[in-house]
């Protein structure tokens, strides 16, 4: 493996978008270790060091992502996370980062909607990874 | 306790102070309410008054007399209905035409009530104003329930309909830049999952179908003798291919004919829905039982699978409009979370019960009772 190349763990239970996030990460130059529970993301996040994360935030717990999101920071305080939701299109919530409260809170870098497009999530990951 | 807020315009002294001390302690009830009516009432001595107290308190019902130094109470009941305020309005008015009685009905006042009146006059009127009031009220307030409801429907649909297309759509953005290989092999599995996510939505239109039939014909439903053994033989004759392809055990065990009143259509929803649930969230190589009989006048309808089950927070939610249950069992089975939802609208029609019991991961049991008429 190539020095540089960075790994990036995504879990979602919805396959669909499992694939999309996927694609678009390979595309990325990312190498991508997916998992579809909560559960297997915490044990991944311990033995495959991940230099990124994207947690979907509802799958077996309403609040798995925010968990997820916590727990990764306690383990690695410096690699981003960001958390995939449709939960506003789901249930009609808003909530963001936005306010200092939010980012006390919610342990992630970033906040972004399942229905982005590719253009737009690949742009969302560049920025986080400064690339 | 729910306290009216009455207004009484009147320039006579004598007829205010009569009137708040015949409503002072006066009460009405419904027989379906726990709480009586009471009322608050307030004196005005003119329309001018009348206006400035109604644009500062929120006002019920107003007792109008219509012969009043400034403005007269036709005005004022013409400013109340152009500005659409919710206030019933009865007329007392001792010098009443035909001219000026057309002219307030016209602008909504509720009754009239002749001077003099006796205080049963007075009690009377205002025990059907304030029936009117409550009815009115409760009439809005469930149109906008409904609306509500409606609304809260229309939106969770659009997301299920939108969602399919979502992924289909996401899947061919990434064949159609041929993002992960150059031939068709490489996207057999994004193929696959978009036939799935297809499959899905047609479910879901189909239960929406069954909806719309089912609501546009709530008044006109064609009841005839239906054999519960035909149908079951039917449904299960569908799911035949279903079934084998779990290698599950479907057992049959009912009368060979047992005749029922209904609509066949909406008993065949029933089955269908609960055949194939059993289906879906079954296990491997799993059986099904369906036991069918008269109890009294009733007919009993058991649909016992050995599937995955359910917690009982889950059966709580089960039979909400768009609630699937959600864990890793279930992450992989199609559905529209519609179909129970259908099955307890038709069983209500039929003045019936549904009841559930389950066991994570032993599996299980649906109980409808039917009355046979």
Known sequence: MKKDTKKVLIADDDPDFLTFMEVNARLLGFEVHTVISQKEAEEAMVTFKPDLAIFDLMMENKDSGFILSHKFKKLYPDVPVIIATAVTAETGLVFGLNTPGERTWIKADKYIDKSLRPDQLQKEIKSLMKM | ?373
Do not use: C, W
């Not at chain 2, 009530?113 to 304030?130: D, G, H, N, R, Y």
């Not at chain 2, 953005?173 to 939505?201: A, C, H, T």
């Open chain 2, 1 to 373: 306790m729910e306290k009216l807020v009455v207004l009484v315009v009147d320039d006579e002294e004598g007829i205010r102070s009569g009137i708040s001390r015949i409503l002072n302690n006066f009460r009405v009830g419904f027989p379906f309410l726990e709480d009586d009516f009471e009322y608050d009432i307030h004196e005005v001595g003119t329309g001018e008054d009348a206006l400035d107290f109604i644009k500062n308190n929120k006002t019920d019902i107003m007792l109008l007399d219509n012969k009043l130094p400034g403005i007269y109470g036709i005005d004022v009941l013409e400013y109340l209905n152009k500005n659409k305020f919710d206030i019933q309005v009865m007329m007392i008015t001792s010098y009443s035409s035909l001219e000026l009685a057309v002219k307030a009905t016209q602008n909504g006042a509720f009754n009239f009530v002749p001077k003099p009146f006796t205080p049963q006059e007075l009690k009377s009127a205002m025990e059907s104003i304030t029936k009117h009031l409550f009815l009115k009220r409760m009439t809005n307030k469930m149109t906008q329930d409904d609306k509500e409801l409606r609304h809260q429907f229309l939106s969770v649909l659009s997301h299920e309909l939108k969602s399919p297309i979502n992924a289909v759509e996401g899947y061919m953005n990434m064949m159609k830049e041929r993002q992960i290989g150059k031939s068709l092999e490489d996207y057999d599995q994004m193929i696959e999952r978009s036939l799935i996510r297809l499959r899905g939505m047609r479910g879901l239109i189909n239960d929406m179908l069954d909806l719309t039939r089912l609501e546009s014909s709530a008044n006109n439903r064609n009841i005839v003798d239906v054999d519960l053994f035909d149908i079951a033989k039917y449904v299960l004759d569908t799911f035949e291919p279903l079934a084998k392809q779990k290698n599950i055990k479907i057992f049959l065990d009912m009368p060979e004919t047992l005749v029922v009143k209904a609509v066949r259509q909406e008993i065949e929803i029933v089955f269908n829905n609960l055949v194939s649930n059993a289906i879906k969230y079954n296990k491997e190589s799993g059986t099904i039982h369906i036991k069918i009989k008269e109890i009294g006048n009733a007919v009993n309808i058991v649909v016992e699978d050995s599937g995955i089950g359910m917690t009982n927070e889950d059966i709580g939610k089960l039979f909400h409009e768009f609630v699937r249950i959600k864990n890793l069992n279930t992450k992989d089975i199609a559905g529209t979370g519609l179909g129970l939802s259908i099955v307890k609208k038709i069983v209500e029609a039929y003045h019936g019960t549904i009841d559930v019991t389950s066991t994570l991961n032993v599996g299980s049991k649906f109980n409808l009772l039917i009355p046979k008429f």
